[in-house]
């Protein structure tokens, strides 16, 4: 499994902007994906986006047009840039790569809160 390591979350403003990162302790450039996940408190962990084979990209509808998914291969970094954040988006964000042979690997998920 590789090891992953997510930040950049923390306290913003309505409307303000984030950007998660997910550093990589391997390549990831044969990862069949790469995934953010959310997690509110009392709720399950959902899905927020995924990107496979670092090319198709799909969002839970609730982010889509706000929030985009991108990796870096050469850094073994995967993003995602959150804008026009709403308070319903405050959770914990957990970084997902799944490899070609199945396996999964989650971070220790960074803290997102979206209040004035």
């Known amino acids: 499994q590789v090891q992953l390591v997510e930040s950049g979350g923390g306290l913003v403003q309505p409307g303000g902007s984030l950007r998660l990162s997910c550093a990589a302790s391997r390549s990831i450039f044969n990862a069949f994906s790469m995934g953010w996940y959310r997690q509110a408190p009392g709720k399950q962990r959902e899905l927020v986006a995924t990107?496979?084979?670092?090319?198709?990209?799909n969002y839970a509808d609730s982010v889509k047009g706000r929030f985009t998914i991108s990796r870096d291969s050469a850094k073994n970094t995967g993003y995602l840039q959150m804008n026009s954040l709403k308070p319903e988006n405050t959770a914990v964000y957990y970084c997902?790569?799944?490899?070609?042979?199945?396996?999964?690997?989650w971070g220790q998920g960074t803290q997102v809160t979206v209040s004035a």
């Open positions: 990107i496979i084979s670092g090319i198709i990209t």
């Open positions: 997902n790569v799944q490899s070609g042979a199945g396996t999964s690997s």
